[in-house]
Structure formats: structure tokens, C-alpha cells
């Protein structure tokens, strides 16, 4: 007895196999034994190929993404109650941001730059916030207070209060 919903494959009458899904449920007699199957049959094959179609979009985006050899973060702006850009929460970064600064993902994403940073982290959330700010794409070459290494990166806003950067270790004379 009870509810059911199952997808699987059948066979057409022209030999093609196609998905369905199948929803209803069973109604027991007194004795327990099946009565009827009222239920919908649906046909499902379109929306499993775009779902398939996606699940290999975002494997071919993560893997491009994840191979990069520039440092990526994904990471949204963090306002006060008067709207003001205080600080930005990191999203996701790749294997390779975390080379180059040093600090394993399970350290970053999720926490906010002061957490990560603390008081060094001033600057660079003050730049980035004006590219949320504007729109407009900075293009830098500074210097990671607190390894002393130099980048040169470009920050660009994404969508509302997110942003990402791409950076790689400047090949700066000196810069360790």
C-alpha cells in the first residue's frame, strides 16, 4: 500500500527506449492484497537529457576551474545595516589560490576576509567593494601583507554583491 513514484526506461514500439515516470499509489484490500494502481504515466526523457546535459556543463566548468593556474576565489560582498561594504565571505576558490596563498580551502571558504586575514584584510576589502561598488574591473599588483608575496590580479563583479578574482604570484624583482 501507499504512494509511489519510480523512473525508469521503456521500450517503444519502434525500438527506442525512453524514460517514464510512474506516480500513483496501491490500494489494499481488507486482506492486504493489491486492488488497483491508480496512478499518471509521464514521460521524462526530456528533462533527464537537460538534466544529464547540465551535470556534464558543470563537470566541464568545475574541471576547467579546479585546473586553472591562476589563483580564482568566487566571494560575495558583506554590508552593514546601512549598506556600507564591511567585509566579503569567501565562496569557493581552486587548488590553485590555495598554493599561492597557502591556506587550505577548509580555512577559507565560508569565512569572511577579517576572519581569514584579520586587520590586514582592510585594504583589500576597501578595493574590492569598489568594484562592486562601480562595476568596474581593477587590475592590480600589490603586495599580501601577511606573506609579503606580490600578485597581480583582476577583480570583477559578478552578480549583486558578488565578485571574483583572479590572480597569480607576481614575478615581481624580490617578491618571495
Given at each position: 500500500?501507499?504512494?509511489?513514484?519510480?523512473?525508469?526506461r521503456?521500450?517503444?514500439?519502434?525500438?527506442?527506449?525512453?524514460?517514464?515516470?510512474?506516480?500513483?499509489?496501491?490500494?489494499?484490500?481488507?486482506d492486504?492484497?493489491?486492488?488497483?494502481?491508480?496512478?499518471?504515466?509521464l514521460d521524462?526523457?526530456?528533462?533527464?537529457?537537460?538534466?544529464?546535459a547540465?551535470?556534464?556543463?558543470?563537470?566541464?566548468?568545475?574541471?576547467?576551474?579546479?585546473?586553472?593556474?591562476?589563483?580564482?576565489?568566487?566571494t560575495?560582498?558583506?554590508?552593514?545595516g546601512?549598506?556600507?561594504?564591511?567585509?566579503?565571505?569567501?565562496?569557493?576558490?581552486?587548488?590553485?589560490w590555495?598554493?599561492?596563498i597557502?591556506?587550505?580551502?577548509?580555512?577559507?571558504?565560508?569565512?569572511?576576509?577579517?576572519?581569514?586575514?584579520?586587520?590586514?584584510?582592510?585594504?583589500?576589502?576597501?578595493?574590492?567593494?569598489?568594484?562592486?561598488?562601480?562595476?568596474?574591473?581593477w587590475?592590480?599588483?600589490?603586495?599580501?601583507?601577511?606573506?609579503?608575496?606580490?600578485?597581480?590580479?583582476?577583480?570583477?563583479?559578478l552578480?549583486?554583491d558578488?565578485?571574483?578574482v583572479?590572480?597569480s604570484?607576481?614575478?615581481?624583482?624580490?617578491?618571495?
Amino acid at each position: 500500500g501507499g504512494t509511489y513514484a519510480h523512473q525508469y526506461r521503456v521500450r517503444r514500439a519502434d525500438g527506442h527506449y525512453y524514460w517514464i515516470e510512474a506516480n500513483g499509489r496501491v490500494d489494499l484490500g481488507s486482506d492486504g492484497t493489491p486492488l488497483s494502481f491508480p496512478g499518471v504515466l509521464l514521460d521524462v526523457e526530456e528533462r533527464r537529457a537537460a538534466q544529464e546535459a547540465l551535470r556534464a556543463s558543470e563537470a566541464h566548468w568545475r574541471g576547467l576551474f579546479e585546473r586553472l593556474s591562476e589563483g580564482f576565489q568566487l566571494t560575495e560582498a558583506i554590508r552593514d545595516g546601512a549598506g556600507v561594504i564591511t567585509d566579503f565571505r569567501i565562496l569557493d576558490i581552486n587548488p590553485a589560490w590555495t598554493t599561492q596563498i597557502g591556506i587550505p580551502a577548509d580555512q577559507v571558504i565560508g569565512y569572511t576576509a577579517r576572519q581569514i586575514f584579520g586587520g590586514s584584510a582592510q585594504d583589500w576589502i576597501a578595493a574590492f567593494g569598489q568594484v562592486v561598488e562601480t562595476g568596474k574591473t581593477w587590475r592590480f599588483t600589490k603586495q599580501f601583507a601577511s606573506s609579503g608575496r606580490w600578485y597581480d590580479g583582476n577583480a570583477f563583479r559578478l552578480d549583486g554583491d558578488r565578485f571574483g578574482v583572479i590572480d597569480s604570484r607576481g614575478a615581481r624583482a624580490g617578491a618571495g
